[in-house]
């Protein structure tokens, strides 16, 4: 049992053994059985948890039972984060936060609402891990809440106003382009697939600087797809594959959320966040099939299917970084390929990257931070698919869909160290399970904020 665990049962005349054999407790990780006290003024009801073997992943997802147990309660103390050490901490802050998650329009207020107060009991004293831990959640809370808006709400100018409020809490510096900016500094691929929406697209810039440091420790460029609704243009989605699209810029609520959380955790390098937002509709001015764009900084692309859309606005924003930054790392978060779906199932992303620092980087944050990715091959073989007779590539090269898309976007990079993270795989929940929420997840904001504040450019330097 826990710290404190002794002098609470003394207090609520409690055999905690005796109530631990009675439920067939086992400690795994996020088990809960409740236990009610009757006769105390302070409290109401005692909750067994399980922590397994109290690391990170078992303390996320204890986290993420009591979050779920303590819905609509006032106030919930524990001593489970008197166990925990720092990563602990803040392993559990988030899974207890996530798990609390819930987005409602209803005109009679939401179904359940999170515990509205938590007390980390025999935790000791360690503010600066709490409000990193803080920072971490409330990122990927932003992040998911982002991804459910709904789309009559949602568009490109909708994204940019909270990337405004993003910046304007976080310290950051923000430019928008507009469709007319857009096209007068060329970028193609935004605007076509922008071009059949009543709501223009919009492509924007987040910096952040390292506060009170000399010579920040290099310079990282983020990019986001954000597709504020997929259709499928002229190729239009069926039905059914229509009613999640609302969470198709994914990439760009995780880049915002993740630039909104790098002062918290005293980032030590030089970081921008680009997304390219834009709405796939259909109308008379929709981009068709057999159409060339041209993207910045000129490579042209031959659409052969207009639901391949988003490695068109990712190849504007990935172009510009290379050309504009010049950072040390790139990497771009999407809902790209429905083939990643085929490949992982729907509970880890994939990811790609062209250089093995880079690419250990990216796995060890994945494995700290709890949101699981699985490398890809960035498989040469099958470069030739994309090729095109009018234009310099085919946007839809075909299977294997997912490498091929990142074949596509390679292009783009020039010679910065890349990686592409398609998290099309894990962009939906359908259930709720440890700190996932039934819906979108907003996956991606955790990975990148564990490797940005361990010196990112260790590997690639």
């Known amino acids: 049992m826990g710290p404190g665990a002794a002098d609470l049962a003394d207090e609520l005349g409690l055999d905690l053994l005796a109530l631990l054999e009675h ?14 006290v009757l006769g105390h003024d302070g409290v109401r009801e005692v909750l067994l948890v399980g922590v397994g073997d109290t690391g990170s992943d078992a303390l996320r997802a204890s986290g993420a039972a009591i979050g779920r147990a303590c819905r609509d309660r006032e106030v919930v103390a524990t001593t489970i984060t008197g166990l925990a050490d720092d990563d602990g901490l803040r392993a559990f802050v988030v899974g207890l936060t996530l798990a609390s998650f819930g987005f409602h329009a209803r005109s009679a207020g939401a179904k359940a609402q999170p ?91 987040l910096d952040y600087t390292p506060p009170g440091r000399g010579k920040a420790k290099g310079h990282v460029a983020l990019v986001g797809k954000g597709i504020t609704f997929d259709t499928g243009g002229l190729s239009i989605k069926p039905g059914e594959a229509m009613v999640n699209m609302k969470r198709d810029m994914t990439g760009g609520a995780v880049v915002i959320a993740t630039m909104a959380a790098l002062a918290a955790l005293e980032v030590p390098v030089k970081v921008t966040g680009l997304i390219a937002a ?11 099939p057999g159409d060339v764009i041209r993207h910045y900084g000129g490579r042209t692309t031959e659409v ?53 620092g880079l690419a250990d980087a990216i796995a060890a944050a994945s494995a700290s931070s ?25 946007n839809a090269a075909g299977g294997p869909g997912a490498i091929t898309a990142a074949l596509f976007l390679q292009h783009f990079t020039g010679d910065v160290p890349w990686a592409h993270l398609d ?17 979108p997840t907003g996956f991606g904001s955790r990975v990148l904020l564990h490797w940005l504040e361990n010196d990112p450019l260790a590997g690639i330097r």
């Open 23 to 36: 439920h067939e407790a086992t400690g795994k990780a996020g088990q809960v059985h409740r236990h009610p």
């Open 115 to 205: 515990v509205r107060r938590v007390l980390l009991v025999e935790s000791g004293d360690r503010p600066a891990a709490l409000d990193k831990a803080v920072a971490v959640a409330a990122a990927g809370w932003t992040a998911r809440y982002l991804a459910t808006v709904p789309s009559n709400v949602k568009n490109p100018a909708w994204l940019a106003d909270r990337a405004r409020e993003a910046a304007d809490g976080a310290g950051l510096t923000i430019r928008v382009w507009d469709e007319k900016q857009l096209a007068a500094d060329g970028f193609g691929g935004i605007l076509a697939v922008g071009s059949a929406s009543a709501t223009p697209p919009r492509l924007i810039r």
């Open 278 to 288: 834009a709405e796939n509709a259909i109308g008379g001015a929709a981009m068709r």
């Open 304 to 356: 052969t299917n207009t639901d391949a859309e988003g490695r068109l606005v990712m190849a504007d924003a990935l172009a510009y970084a290379v050309d504009e930054i010049g950072p040390d790392a790139l990497v771009d978060i999407a809902t790209l390929t429905g083939a990643m779906k085929v490949a992982l199932g729907l509970r880890t992303g994939g990811y790609f990257a062209d250089h093995e």
């Open 370 to 394: 709890g949101e699981r990715l699985w490398r890809m091959p960035l498989a040469d073989a099958y470069e030739e698919l994309l090729d095109s007779k009018v234009a310099d590539a085919d």
């Open 423 to 439: 998290v099309a795989s894990i962009g939906d929940a359908p259930s709720d399970w440890a700190e996932w929420t039934a819906g």
